[in-house]
């Protein structure tokens, strides 16, 4: 199937400092990409979806300006954490369509720790 | 709302048995279903892609159906392994390439050796 790479796997960062994770589709292009949070014991939810070379599209109650998205190419794009808070640690997905058969593919996470 | 709920949320079982997880929603209008197995920490694996046209799907010892109409998909796992331990999370596309996907709480098996 196609790969998606979500880098890094993890990081630690001190609380007020900004993150910036990345999600790279391999083998495929990905005009649109989706950014998931995940909670200890809970499922995956929808954070924002990023189309490329426009605006992202931010879910209700998740601030744009903190969780700054940029989908530069058909192949990268970018979640920054900015101003990270203790309560911002989770585990970030992102994901990509392979648009001929709309089957999802998942990046391997990002487990963000802020202290 | 679109929902989506597996049952159950847990499964411990002894190797080699067979079992079926389920995985119901409150929209049938889908697009499509997909299974996925996520690892502890890990990412999402797709394991099977149902098409809202298809019944179901095989893949190995895997074998997931769909039924829009009762608004419910079913994953068999055959002969199961240790392996196979992880939780399983079912999601719903309602929106094609447009759209995102609805996921349920999981299945979260242990095969017991």
């Known amino acids: 199937g196609a790969v998606v790479s979500q880098h890094p796997s993890w990081v630690i960062c001190k609380s007020g400092t900004s993150v910036k994770i990345e999600c790279r589709s391999l083998?495929?292009?990905?005009?649109?990409m989706f950014w998931y949070r995940q909670f200890p014991k809970q499922s995956l939810m929808l954070m924002a979806t990023s189309n490329e070379g426009s605006k992202a599209t931010y879910e209700q109650g998740v601030e744009k300006d903190k969780f700054l998205i940029n989908h530069a190419s058909l192949t990268l794009s970018t979640l920054t954490v900015t101003s990270a808070h203790p309560e911002d640690s989770s585990f970030y997905i992102c994901s990509a369509w392979l648009v001929m058969n709309t089957e999802a593919f998942f990046g391997q996470g990002t487990r963000l720790t802020v202290v | 709302k679109q929902e989506v709920t597996q049952i159950p949320a847990a499964l411990s079982v002894p190797e080699g048995e067979n079992l079926v997880l389920n995985c119901s929603f409150t929209d049938s209008a889908i697009y499509n279903l997909q299974w996925f197995r996520q690892d502890p920490g890990k990412g999402l694996t797709s394991l099977l892609l149902i098409q809202s046209s298809q019944r179901e799907q095989t893949s190995g010892r895997l074998n997931a159906s769909l039924d829009k109409s009762s608004g419910r998909s079913t994953l068999y796992i055959a002969a199961s392994q240790p392996g196979d331990s992880a939780t399983y999370l079912c999601?719903?596309?309602?929106?094609?390439?447009?759209?995102?996907?609805?996921f349920g709480k999981g299945t979260k098996l242990s095969v017991k050796p």
């Open positions: 999601a719903v596309n309602y929106g094609g390439s447009q759209g995102n996907l609805i």
């Open positions: 083998d495929f292009q990905a005009t649109t």
